[in-house]
């Protein structure tokens, strides 16, 4: 059994769509095929999420409006019945009328978790109009987590029970990427971007014989070329390279994809989408590693140093309080570094999170902080790497090891 994983960008529209399908046909048959929201229908649905919080009601209605609008315009395009699309917006409408129930990240994933839903109606009505025997899953039936919503943790035995028993043999078994559920009913998400870790939870749970992420790049470049305009594709990754250029914030694959998959040996690939026939990249337990040196470039930085108010020592008191309440705001470190009296860390600078974080901390320490700055990385570096990087930049902070070095930097201005 094959897992395929389509993102938003491959079904942002109707063509995307029908490409979809065609890519399906041809090397598909038989496969689970993990969809996320179509396009940017994730950030839309957020947007909707604070409206209804802050109950500005017209402000809601516009943006359920717009998301309504958007996907009907990709229906229109395509054949298949889309009764099921209508059931859910009639479900979301309700649900946007209740009074909120929950904190703000449960209410964040009740509501967000329908992009997925509403593309894979869309989805596997299209495939079952083209001919494809098509079974549609509900992922929150299969995917058991606890109840850190917009986190969810996986119940993997739980997990595993499920997806074995409701995985049935059809041309192709369509379900949604990035949610789940809790013991209780509620209805969480993974973390954002987290589609290709639900394709990797399937594939481990089924043994699949392969992953297939299909992507708007070539493969897995050796800088995302957004930033960069003279990528290399790198044509096989160990599985330890995946995993390190994912966590360092190569936003090609998700960072917990590759665990699940480097347990059980499934070979995970990333092809493009654009041109269905190209190897693209294989990622699995390979001898070779890579040498190409590649970049990852992380904007919107934020470089925090903490000074303990009683002049103690960073030691494992201080850390232990430190790593306490970064966990508790939902605030992931990007990189730490201490002396004897100040503890650095560079964080994302998110809005929603950070400044609550600074309040807590200040409890405790005097807190400085430097914004606007990048954390560029680059794995199978050399000086000449780095000087390229750095042209125009002031260095802030330099971390190295064997095989990798960070760089908080600054634009000169
Ligand atoms: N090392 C890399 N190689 C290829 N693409 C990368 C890399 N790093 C970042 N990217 C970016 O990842 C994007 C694809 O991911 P994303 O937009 O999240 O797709 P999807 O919606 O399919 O999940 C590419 O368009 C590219 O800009
Ligand atoms: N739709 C979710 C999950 C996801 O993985 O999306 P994508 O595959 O388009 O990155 C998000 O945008 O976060």
Known sequence: MKVFKFGGASVKDAAGVKNLAEIVQTQGQGAVVVVSAMGKTTNALEELVRAYV????????????????YHEN???????????????????DAYLRQPIAGHYDEVYDQIVSLGEVLSTQIIAAYLSKAGLSTRWLDARQLIATDATFREGRVDWDETNRRINKAVKKAAVTVTQ??????????????????????AAIFAYCLRAESV???????GVLNADPKWFNE???????????????????ATVIHPKTIKPLQNRGIKLYVRSF???????TVIGNFEQHLLTPSFIFKVNQLLISLHPNDFSFIAEDNLSR???RFAQAGVKINLMQNTAISFSVVVDNNPERVP???DQLRQDFRVTYNEGLELITIRYYNQITIDRVLVNKKLLLEQKSRYTVQLVAKDIE
């Open 74 to 92: 990709v229906m229109q395009s395509l054949t298949g019945d889309f009764s099921s699309v209508y059931e859910t917006f009639d479900q979301l």
């Open 231 to 249: 990528t290399v594709l790198l044509e096989k990754l160990t599985y330890q390279d995946a995993i390190e250029l994912a966590y360092y914030g």
């Open 212 to 218: 297939t992420i299909w992507k708007d790049v070539p």
């Open 322 to 324: 430190i790593f306490g």
């Open 54 to 69: 802050s109950q500005r009601s017209d402000g809601m209605q516009d943006k359920l409006q717009t998301i309504r609008a």
């Open 356 to 358: 609550a974080l600074l």
């Open 177 to 198: 990427g990035f949610i789940g559920q809790t013991p209780d009913g509620r209805t969480t998400t993974l973390g954002r971007e987290g589609s290709d870790y639900t």
């Open 274 to 280: 654009l041109k269905p026939d190209a190897a693209g």
